[in-house]
């Protein structure tokens, strides 16, 4: 049976609407898979540490030479590629901070990027290790990003993760934004914005 890797990295809980549409997102597939298997990870409430440079020489040390300090300083980035490796398929809530993936996200991405592991260079050419993946990213921005609007070019948070998981070897992907969330702090009904938001999750859940 399929496995889903669940993780989130918005702060703000109850009040996140990507939380929201991933769990709506979650709820759609395991009705679509039954018996399948959903692992949660929840970057905010996981401290993770920055890269050191202690952590890159164990990383590149070959396994069955690494002293058990650098096993040591491995452990947390062993555990998070292990998740990645076993299941079939990822959802991602992200929301946008200062046009960016939030910090909880990029310490996780510099964790799982990991030579060997996620990718390698076969005669100087990068190629990703994590294949046969899919990977759903569910955005929520303040502000309306799309292609044509005057702040388009500012959104550097689809490009960024569209890249570094093309990288990684994940492929097919689906990119689906709650634009214009600001403007729930603002007076606007929270059910009537999440509709078409929640009913475009669902259907692409259903379908995977």
Not at 27 to 51: F, Q, Y
Not at 80 to 103: K, T
């Amino acid at each position: 049976m399929p496995t889903l890797l669940h993780i989130d990295s918005s702060p703000q809980y109850d009040k996140s609407v990507s939380r929201q549409l991933t769990s709506a997102f979650v709820t759609e597939w395991k009705s679509a898979h039954p018996g399948g298997t959903v692992v949660e990870r929840d970057l905010n409430a996981t401290t993770i540490l920055p890269i050191t440079a202690e952590w890159v020489a164990a990383a590149y040390t070959p396994e069955n030479a690494r002293t058990p300090q650098q096993n040591d300083l491995l452990k947390q980035s062993d555990t998070l590629l292990a998740e990645l490796e076993q299941a079939d398929e990822y959802v991602f809530g992200v929301p946008m901070h200062n046009f960016g993936v939030p910090s909880a996200m990029k310490l996780w991405i510099d964790q799982i990027a990991r030579a060997g592991r996620t990718f390698a260079y076969v005669d100087g050419k990068p190629k990703g290790l994590l294949t046969g993946k899919k990977a759903t990213f569910i955005i929520a921005t303040g502000g309306k990003y799309d292609p044509q609007t005057q702040m388009a070019s500012f959104n550097f948070v689809e490009p960024y993760l569209h890249s570094v998981f093309a990288f990684l070897g994940v492929t097919d992907t689906t990119f689906l934004t709650a634009g214009g969330t600001a403007a729930l702090n603002y007076g606007e009904d929270r059910d009537v914005f999440l509709a078409p938001h929640l009913q475009a999750v669902q259907t692409h859940a259903h379908i995977l």
